[in-house]
């Protein structure tokens, strides 16, 4: 659960979002645009946040009044091995050694529900996490170095664990939407694991970048999920995305390389810290993310 600084949500002086480029990054900043917040998008091109210096770089840029997104990572289509993770980490220690001696008002952190264990069917913000592999010890890891320095210097944290995000212009084409869609338009099939039976959780990135606006606008501090409370499964999903698609899109079964395992999220804090927000229907993110993606062919 949440804690709000604000009862009444209120914009913040401006908005520093590193990752601007990136597929949050980037519709953060269009949301806030939008609002009319005013904002600094940081990129790898103003500061590189991997190498070695690049906090002087960052530190000169921010202001005490500014709430800072951190949406900047290497995603798992870069990798899962150490040479990812060692970058990731230097990411963090260079902001906390940027807010050690430049303090802002509100620091948000865009995790991932990859830092709770896969075999936990049920999950909630009170789910302890626990590392599985080197990219979700990377999160954890990074959640905990930035609210040491936050700790250290008094600043507002909070940390936004959204569960797989789908959309149009994600890069990561992850399996589940992202990827069912491309293939379905631009090979009139879609590859499912067995017989798609595994039910996940899908949020689209609107829902996303709309319950970080209001994490800004209250000053939030704390852990909240991300996610859509809907899960549903990938055979489910692909039927869905055939007709929307075109019924000429074939569903094809690929050998199954792993138990068939469920994961479902338990959506109180998010309902009850943000009952303001609607959630957008399965259906209609997945037509927003189609049409997006015919558009941008």
């Known amino acids: 659960m949440l804690t709000h600084a604000l009862s009444e949500p209120s914009p ?15 519709r953060i900043l269009e949301l806030l645009a939008r609002k009319r917040v005013s ?52 990411m963090a220690e260079c902001i906390a050694e940027a807010l050690t001696d430049r303090r802002c008002a509100h620091l948000v952190y865009i995790s991932s529900d990859a830092v709770y264990d896969g075999r936990e069917s049920l999950i909630s913000e009170a789910t302890a996490p626990s590392p599985t592999d080197l990219y ?30 789908f959309g149009a212009g994600d890069t990561h ?9 491309r293939s379905a338009l631009a090979e009139r099939r879609i590859k499912l694991f067995g017989a798609g039976e595994e039910r996940r959780d899908h949020v689209f990135v609107g829902d996303v970048v709309a319950t970080i606006a209001a994490v800004l606008e209250h000053r939030s501090t704390g852990v909240l999920n991300s996610v859509s409370g809907e899960s549903v499964s990938f055979g489910d999903l692909a039927r869905l995305i055939v007709e929307l698609t075109g019924s000429d ?49």
């Not at 210096?53 to 990572?73: I, K, M």
């Not at 010890?137 to 797989?164: K, N, S, T, Y």
């Not at 084409?173 to 869609?181: A, D, H, L, V």
């Open 39 to 90: 904002q600094l998008a940081v990129s790898r091109q103003e500061v590189d946040l991997g190498e070695p210096g690049s906090a002087d770089g960052l530190r000169s840029v921010l202001r005490p009044e500014d709430a800072v997104v951190v949406a900047a990572a290497l995603t798992p289509d870069r990798g899962r091995d150490i040479a990812p993770l060692m970058k990731n980490l230097r």
């Open 12 to 26: 913040p002086t401006r908005v520093v979002v590193l990752g601007s480029r990136g597929f949050v990054g980037s």
């Open 136 to 165: 979700s010890l990377m999160h954890i890891a990074r959640e905990r170095i930035l609210g040491h320095v936050a700790q250290a210097r008094e600043i507002p944290f909070c940390v936004v664990r959204p569960c797989a995000i």
């Open 173 to 181: 084409n992850s399996y589940g939407p992202n990827r069912f869609i």
């Open 249 to 297: 899109v074939a569903i094809e079964s690929l050998p199954r390389s792993g138990p068939i395992t469920h994961r479902h999220f338990e959506t109180t804090a998010l309902l009850e810290s943000f009952p303001e927000l609607q959630r957008t229907p399965l259906g209609d993110g997945l037509r927003q993310t189609i049409d997006g993606v015919r558009g941008s062919a």
